[in-house]
Structures are given as structure tokens and as C-alpha cells.
């Protein structure tokens, strides 16, 4: 089978202008017409880019800010060209980069689908077929004809993902656009985005959140400062791409209060090191301080946050009414878990150290860690719309249950 | 997959319009213009009759001042239906080019987002100038009625038309010009206001070339794209014969506009999004 995007080689550059603004004024050219150029620095957003995608695939792209995804879905929807290197695409691509590209404030509900959906490369003959399911989807049936400038701004986000929604290209190319709106109808976009995927039409993701990712995509992309690193399946990358973002985020080292961590390690219930945890697991997190001084009336805590940087859970010894004085030398803060009570999803983890009741230590992004499901075949698997904390519960059916009328 | 598209992605892309994609993207004009007047119009208490109006108190105030009080020769004609001929085109070419001049700057947030072939922009522009056009012509044929104007219909078959694709050849090609320009060099936005107001006294809208005795400014004058068609679109109405050689200059001009500007753009178009 012949891939249906063929990406070769594609690098784009940037010249960065050290006067500071991206255009130019006619006095800045005719005041250098007679002066050597100012000086200009070349970057490189991307550099040697290739892969091959074949019909059907999602494949999802990640990296950390900067790394050249933005200007890799601009290219391949054709917003900028590249520099050097060729795109062959074997479909008609339609990229969602933004929702409502072209919403008029001034324009209706209604005028506005055919607007978007013909922006986005819709004929008008396949708006009016989609016009019902597209109100449907969106829920605005009732304001079909209020300007836009009346509508909230999570109802204007609903119509335009609706219409996007309705799109029917080979190739649909998102960016990041679920990170808005409700869980709700985050949720319902990810449905109908997997539906789309599931309908064999080819889909490639940008996105900072690896359980819609993971949920999405079968191939994942890892691009690192403009260059292609890993090319692989959707959970290798997603794992490679945490660690990577660990490594770098960690600030572990402090002078303020005398006390820091050295390292922090989880523990299965076998006594394995592990990356990421599962649901329900048994866990023990070993945390390795250094201490410079003497404390005493000293409380540990640790935390998980979840993507929405909402406090998920606080492991904290005052709740266990512990104590401790600390000298100097190394230590190490023991927390047992039982049966991990997270659901599904990516956290970040913080701690913090207080001493008489006053924080005197804080590490942010100490450590991401996702946890996953256990098992996989699960017909609904629990995640972030159901909300933080997941409980350990049994269902079953009696007899002589009266019958619900 | 769909059987027979394919299509390359490269830096460098052809600098001649792709008729073909343009066409695949037809719906697009017509959205946009459409656009364009339903947003122009909403929330005005007039609406549509301010196409009507603007015209009509342009050429009345117009009439009173270079017609009454100053006695402006009008090449035969009674001065409204003179100045009015003129205006009607003037005012396609001058609303062209201050919406369509600055129509990527407008448009840009859609230019970074999605891909369609951009001169579709400056062209809905003049086609929504057009369309004021078209009101103000019926007004303008009302007008003539009016005043008795003599016609002939041979003359008018041929030179009207011709004026028309005079004007819109001039207004896409100076619209496409400035609009790429501007996306470089925002200063566009002062000078396009100020050189139409300018543009306005060096074409023969209000007086009639006649007028300019000198024969060598006369060749200067008639490098503006909108001497010929204003002078196209007067023929039938005037019993004054055209000036060949004057009228060929500003057909060579316009059409140069045209190919130049549209050349300028498709050249410089990719890298809209990275600047604008």
C-alpha cells in the first residue's frame, strides 16, 4: 500500500530579525539600503523531517513547546511552505489549527456554519446535507439565528467544533483543540473523533495530553528542537516524551531552607522501581532528602495534580499525625499506598516539606507519572471526566430485585 | 483514498494562478463577498439604500459645486450625468483598493490558519464593490433617462463592457499589489487612503481631459488605469471622439497593472502567514 503522506526531508527555517518586530517598515528598508544588513539570525523551527503515513493511521505528534509542531502541521496544511524537502500527499487534507476560523461576531449561528464549513473547504452542497447533525452536535438549535457575538464563549465552541467535526477529508490534520471547553464535551469530541479515525480516514493529533493521545492514536511522533527523535508506537513515545520533560523540569536542588530532595523513587508491591502506575496498585514512594541543618516539628507531603492542575490527592504526615525533627544528613520519607484510588490520566507530582506550620520547602513538577487502567478490554475504561478519585466498588445483580418501570 | 489526487508540497511553487484550484475553491468567493455585505449592512437603519444614497449626494453636491458654481466643462454632457459616469467607476476602484489593500492585513488571523488560494480575498473585496456597482448603475441609468441623454446603442455594446473589464482589470491588479505589499510594509495602510484622495483630481472624474491642454502631461495622465475606462465607458454618451493613442497608454498601463500585480502577489503569497 503506497503511504497517503509522504513527508521528505523537510526542514523550514525562520530568520529572526534583531530590531524585534516581524515585519518591516519602509524606513527600516531604505535605512539599510546603504548599510550593510542588520543582523539577522537563522533558526531552524525544523530540520530534516521525514516520515511516511499510511491510510487509516493517527498518528499523534508530541513535543515540548518550541519543538516544531505548530510549523509541521502549517506545512502540511499548506499555511507556510517549507524551506527545503517535499510533501507528496496522496488526499485531500483539511486541517483544524484553530476552532471557528472565520466566525464572524456579527453573522448568525446559522451563516456562520456555511462560513466555517466552506472556510475549512466544505462545498455548500455538502453543508446543507451536514446542517442538521451539525445543530444537532453543537446543541444551538435554539439560537440558530442570534448574532455570534451573543453566544457564550463555550457555545461558540461547540458550533465550530461541530462543523469542524463534520468535515470529510482523507486527512484531517488537529491541533491541540480539545484542550478547551468542558469535560463533557471534551469528551464527546474525543468520541467523535475516534470515530472518525475508526471510519478509515487518517488523522494526525498534536496534543499536549497523552491520555487523549494514547486514546487516539496507534503511532506517536517525538519531535525534539525541530528534528524528528521517535518514531514509534503511541505509549513508547508518550513514555520516552514524560521522562524526557522529567529530567529537565526537575529543580531538586535548594539553599532556602537547608532541606532537599535528592531523589524520588516508586516501588510495586514486588519491590520493582517503576515509571508508571496503575490503578488500584499497591505503591510505596521512597523520597531521599539532604539536610543541612536542624528542623524539628518538620511535616512531608506529596501530591498529585492532574492535567488541569487540579489538586488530585495530598499524601501529607500531619494526617497521620506524624512528626519529625530532622539533622543533618541523608533521609528518606516512606509513603505506602495500598490501592491507588487515582483514575487513568497523567498527574504531576509536587511535595512539599513545612516546618511549625510554615512551608519552608516546595518542589513543582517533581516528577509526571501517568497512570493507566489495568485492564485494557474494558467496554468503558474510567478517566478524567469522571473525575479524580476512583472507588474501589463491586456491582452485581440479586434476585428478586423488583423490576424499574 | 480518493483515486487521483496528488499533489506536491515544496518551497518553491509557480508564480502563475492556478486556474484549476481556483475553481475547486469557487464557493469561496461567493462566501466571502457575501460575507461582506451581510456584516456591511447589518445593524444600519438604511441598509441597502446607502448604496443608493452615496452615489447620488456625491454627484448632487458635486453638480452644485464644479457644475454650477464653477462651470466645469462637461464634454456635452448635462454635469450630473457627467460626473456620475465617472464616479461609477471611480468608486469600484476606489473602494477596491482601500478594502482589498488592506484585506491580508484583516484577514490574517484566517491566513494563519488555514490554507485556500489567498487571492481569493482581494478579489470577494471588488466583487463586494461590484455589487454597489451594479445598484448604482440602475440609479445612473435612471439618471441619463432623466436628462435625455443621447446614446449610441453600437457604441455602448462595445465600449461599455470594455470599460467595465478596464476597471476591474486596474482594481485587482493595483488591489493585489498593495495588499501583498502591505502584509511587508504596513505604511501601505497611510498611503493608500492619501493617493486615492490624490488619484482622484488627476482622473478625468470631475473634469473632462479635455481640459489638460499640455499634450505631454497628457501621456502622464493617462498611465492611470482609470482614464480609459472612464473614457471608454463616456464614449457613447459624448459626441467627443476618443484619443487613440492616450486610450491605448492607459489600456497598456492597466493590463500591466494587472499582469504585475497579480505577478507581485502569487510571488510573495506563501509567506504571508510567517509575516503578516
Known sequence: MKPILEIQNISKRFQINHQGVPYLSLRDKLSTLFKPAGKKEDFWALRDVSFEVYPGESIGIIGRNGAGKSTLLKILSRITPPTSGRIVSRGRIASLLEVGTGFHQELSGRENIYMNGSILGMKKREIDKQFDNIVDFSGTEKFLDTPLKHYSSGMQL?????????????????????????????????????????????????SHNMESLRQLCTRGLLLKTGALEINSDIDSVATAYLKNRDSRSQSMSSVKSGISIEEIQI???????????????????????????????????ICF???????????????????????????????EIPSLHLVPGEYSMVSYIESRGVEIERIDNLRRTIVSYGAKDFSSIPSIVHGSYLENFTVQIEKDVKEYY | ?????????????????????????????????????KVKYKQTVLGVIWVVLQPVLTVAIFSLFFGRALNVPSAGLPYPVFVFSGLLLWNVFSASINTAG????????????????????????????????????IVFLMVSVYYHVKVDFVEL????????????????????WLAALSVKYRDFRFVIPFVLQIALFVSPVIYPASVIGNSLLNYVFALNPMYGAIMFFRAPITSTPLENILVLISVISTLSFLVLGIYYF????AYFADIS
Not at chain 1, 516501588?267 to 532528602?289: A, K, M, V
Open chain 1, 305 to 335: 495534580d492532574n492535567i488541569y492542575e487540579k489538586r488530585a490527592t495530598t499524601l501529607w504526615s500531619s494526617f497521620q499525625n506524624k512528626k519529625y525533627s530532622v539533622s543533618p544528613g541523608r533521609f528518606k520519607v516512606v509513603f
Open chain 2, 266 to 269: 502569487k510571488k510573495t503569497e
Open chain 2, 102 to 137: 488592506n484585506s491580508m492585513l484583516t484577514h490574517a488571523p484566517i491566513i494563519k490558519k488555514i490554507y485556500f488560494p489567498r487571492i481569493i480575498i482581494p478579489v470577494s473585496s471588488i466583487l463586494v464593490a461590484l455589487v454597489d456597482f451594479c445598484i448604482a448603475f
Open chain 2, 1 to 37: 483514498m480518493a483515486e487521483g489526487i496528488e499533489y506536491v508540497i515544496e518551497s518553491s511553487r509557480r508564480r502563475i494562478i492556478d486556474l484549476k484550484e481556483i475553481w475547486q475553491y469557487r464557493e469561496l468567493f461567493y462566501f466571502f463577498t457575501w460575507r461582506d455585505i
Open chain 1, 158 to 206: 461547540r458550533l465550530a467544533f461541530a462543523v469542524a467535526a463534520h468535515l470529510e477529508p482523507e486527512i484531517l490534520i488537529i491541533d491541540e483543540v480539545l484542550a478547551v471547553g468542558d469535560a463533557e464535551f471534551q469528551k464527546k469530541c474525543l468520541g467523535k473523533m475516534e470515530d472518525v479515525s475508526k471510519s478509515g480516514r487518517t488523522i494526525i493529533f498534536v
Open chain 1, 267 to 301: 516501588y510495586d508491591d514486588e519491590g520493582r522501581s517503576i515509571e508508571s502506575l496503575t490503578t488500584y496498585q499497591s505503591i510505596r514512594i521512597e523520597c531521599h532528602f539532604i539536610s543541612n541543618v536542624n528542623r524539628d516539628d518538620v511535616t512531608f507531603a
Open chain 2, 157 to 176: 455594446l462595445i465600449f461599455w463592457p470594455s470599460a467595465i473589464f478596464l476597471m476591474l482589470s486596474g482594481s485587482i491588479g493595483i488591489s493585489c
